[in-house]
């Protein structure tokens, strides 16, 4: 479809995208096709040139690809679907109802729903998952020449050309990795395997965690991972670019469950008010629940309060550290195992890294406590009474107490979460810190009643 033709039907929003956007990039045009409605970015990709449009929807960053798909002709969807990498396809696919999922994937040629298939069989965040079959493979037979040529005839349907993989003539097993740069060095005449990586390459299976595959990718400097069965014979690839863009969407998500919130799964201005409250409210509910545990704490110590009020001036100041200490050594933990710099079996060492480093974090805190409580009482500032030098060791005492609890607590949990089979980033700061503030209470008047009785209390 020309693209001249296409504002005499376009909408305003779509007539100013046309407009504004001559002479963009694809990604600067993904982003304002991202801030239309699904109807005029449908009107807007349906008037592009069909290898701009394939390019557009190719790119993962664009927000609305299956509902824009769905709402276009089949005949056009179909046209789009087959000049879009297989990965992307998928994963639009699996975006949509069934019904509409049927329809398009009905209209797709037989080598190409085959190969959708077995990618769409592959469970989310392995290596099969987010794998792309366009890759390019030459027989071991090959001389540099033959390889070159080839790689000239399919370059524009694959999804990169950076390697080219040297399969067995008779297995087609994965033998060797030929880069870029060393093919087009090598002597035409000369053997494909004479300018081939030495050694076995690095590969990956399908069912390989993202995370692992991310791991392999950084360790060994590589732009693109093959995925092999078990046989050795090549089912895909997966580009740097493909683990850059999974890893982004999962670094979101942890963050936001460490916000104390269910993870939003949408773009902040792409999720109703609806969904928002209900993300939000479950986890704010929880952590209140906790927080009234706390109410409860201060009610057994009810009669210790009236007493010595003067304790009730540095609840705030117990309270934080505690949960401070808590989310640092909880964010360390869950980052350390989502880089696989810990495992499971490796709780007990870090219990005993963070108790004397629990320890030592409590004393300082503890001893800028005690220097404050001096300094405001010989400078006049504040009168904490007659007892106010073991008003102060108890402030000492219950801090050491609380930050180690605190430390040990944090880096405890994640361990736990995972043994259970639960995500870590589910152990978010605020959930630790509502733990601590609790048991904190308990620490800071327990250490009050040992030091205090016979005096205040």
Excluded at 402 to 421: D, N
């Amino acid at each position: 479809m020309n693209i001249n033709r296409f504002p005499l039907r376009a909408g305003h929003a779509a007539r100013a995208f046309i407009n504004n956007s001559r002479g963009a990039t694809i990604a600067e045009r993904v982003e304002a096709l991202n801030a239309l409605s699904v109807q005029d970015a449908g009107r807007v990709l349906s008037g592009m040139p069909l290898d701009y449009a394939v390019n557009i929807l190719d790119r993962p960053e664009l927000r609305n690809a299956a509902e824009i798909l769905a709402l276009i002709s089949a005949e056009e969807a179909a046209r789009l679907l087959h000049g879009m990498s297989n990965d992307r396809v998928a994963d639009v696919l699996l975006e949509l109802d069934g019904e509409t999922r049927a329809r398009l994937f009905a209209s797709l040629d037989e080598p190409v729903r085959i190969a959708i298939q077995h990618l769409m069989g592959y469970p989310p965040r392995t290596a099969g998952g987010i794998m792309t079959t366009e890759f390019v493979s030459v027989p071991d037979s090959w001389t540099v020449a033959q390889t070159l040529d080839h790689a000239r005839q399919v370059e524009r349907s694959r999804e990169t050309v950076y390697a080219i993989y040297v399969l067995d003539e008779i297995s087609h097993a994965l033998q060797h990795v030929v880069t870029l740069r060393r093919l087009i060095t090598g002597e035409p005449d000369a053997s494909i395997l004479s300018v081939a990586q030495k050694g076995a390459p690095v590969s990956a299976d399908p069912l390989m965690k993202q995370e692992d595959v991310a791991r392999l990718i950084r360790k060994h400097d590589l732009l693109a991972l093959p995925v092999v069965d078990e046989y050795g014979q090549m089912l895909g690839i997966v580009t740097v670019d493909d683990v850059i863009d999974t890893m982004i969407a999962d670094t979101t998500e942890a963050a936001q469950k460490f916000g104390g919130m269910e993870a939003l799964g949408q773009p902040y201005m792409k999720i109703g008010f609806a969904g928002m409250i209900r993300k939000r409210a479950g986890w704010l509910a929880a952590l209140f629940l906790g927080e009234m545990l706390t109410a409860s704490a201060m009610q057994h110590f009810e009669g210790e309060l009236e007493k010595a009020v003067v304790l009730t001036l540095f609840i705030p100041l117990i309270m934080s550290s505690g949960g401070n200490s808590g989310s640092q050594a909880t964010s360390l933990i869950i980052r350390a195992l989502a880089l696989g710099e810990l495992k499971l079996s490796d709780w007990w060492k870090v219990l005993f890294r963070e108790l004397p480093t629990g320890i030592v974090l409590g004393a300082i805190l503890g001893l800028v406590g005690f220097i404050r409580i001096v300094f405001w009482q010989t400078a006049g500032l504040y009168d904490y009474g007659p007892h106010w030098q073991m008003v102060a060791a108890t402030v000492f005492a219950a801090l050491i107490g609380i930050v180690t609890f605190g430390s040990m607590c944090g880096s405890m949990l994640p361990f736990v979460l995972q043994k259970l089979r639960l995500d870590p980033a589910s152990a978010s700061a605020p959930f630790v810190a509502t733990l601590v503030d609790v048991t904190g209470l308990v620490i800071y008047f327990s250490v009050a009643l040992l030091i205090l009785s016979g005096t205040l209390l």
